[in-house]
């Protein structure tokens, strides 16, 4: 996959696109993607997917922070596996998006971008207020000689979204949300000093600091993880809550107990891998019975993770 952005400039050659942010990647877009590839098959034409670095909704809204499936580097990482030719990112601005759908195939796909093809998701809009529908795409299109073409929705009864796999998330449904993503959701961050109340119980904790703030927080809760550090993969098992047996106040904590681990890991960036959900947060009357439950929760883990690695070998 190529990638085109303001620092790499290129003339374009005529393109068979389609255009949408793409939060995620899921299998929606994949099946998206698989039909502009098998249209530019048939054309003789090389394929294209024009995304933008920045949420629109951002670009017009300053205080506008969008909770994301993944930031923009790993939007691109994840674009390249599905085998399209070239990513156009194209910086949205408010002249854009005042631009009607007209005016902005015309300008931008057409006199800018050389799309000679148009595949549009079959519930996408675009241009000043969305107020056109596939009809008046296809209008303009025949007009500027364009060809539009309506995609096709992914088979079966499940609706994919990028938000319906956020608010999966939200709520605590990893499994399910790794499924309609095509991969397990991943947070990353770095190690900060914490208050060490895990070594006390038996069970040593790395405290999360995330540095991709603009992510989906999972619901609260204990889950089984996969923990990638300095390219080591080792089993884990992960908390998101307020710590409420401890008293934490309302700071939300993100820590990590590493499985056949022994070592510093003071100011390192590790990746969390989700497996699966398998409890939500409580309070416990005391630290003992914390730490029975904590116990509990590493045989839990361990048979979830051994039932994974089952699944996927």
Known sequence: MQLVDKTNKIELPSLVATIGFFDGVHTGHRYLIDQVKEEAAKRGLPSAVITFPVHPRKVLQKDYQPALLCGYD??????????????????????????????????????????????????????????????????????????????????????????????????????????????????????????????TIGFPTANIQIWETYKVVPAFGIYAVYVHVEGVKYDGMLYIGKRPTLHNGDNISI???????????????????????????????????????ISRDKETVIKVIENYKGLNT
Request: glycine residues 6%; charged residues 30%; aromatic residues 10%.
């Open 74 to 199: 790993e939007k691109i990482e994840r674009l390249a596996t599905t085998g399209i030719d070239y990513c156009i990112c194209l910086d949205f601005t408010v002249e854009i998006s005042q631009m009607s759908a007209k005016r902005f195939m015309q300008n931008i796909l057409k006199e800018k971008l050389n799309v000679d093809s148009l595949v549009i998701g079959y519930d996408h809009r675009f241009g000043h207020n969305r107020e056109d529908d596939f009809s008046d795409y296809e209008r303009y299109g025949s007009e500027i000689k364009m060809q539009v073409i309506e995609a096709k929705a992914l088979p079966g009864l499940e609706h994919v979204s990028s938000s319906r796999i956020r608010k999966l998330l939200a709520e605590g449904y990893i499994r399910k949300a790794g499924k309609l993503l095509s991969y397990n959701y991943t947070i990353s961050g770095k190690i900060v000093e914490g208050f060490k109340v895990g070594r």
């Open 255 to 293: 820590e990590v107990n590493l499985f056949d681990f022994d070592g510093d890991l003071y100011n390192k960036t590790l990746t969390a891998e989700f497996l699966d959900f398998v409890r939500p947060d409580e309070k416990f009357s005391d630290i003992a019975t914390l730490k029975d439950q």
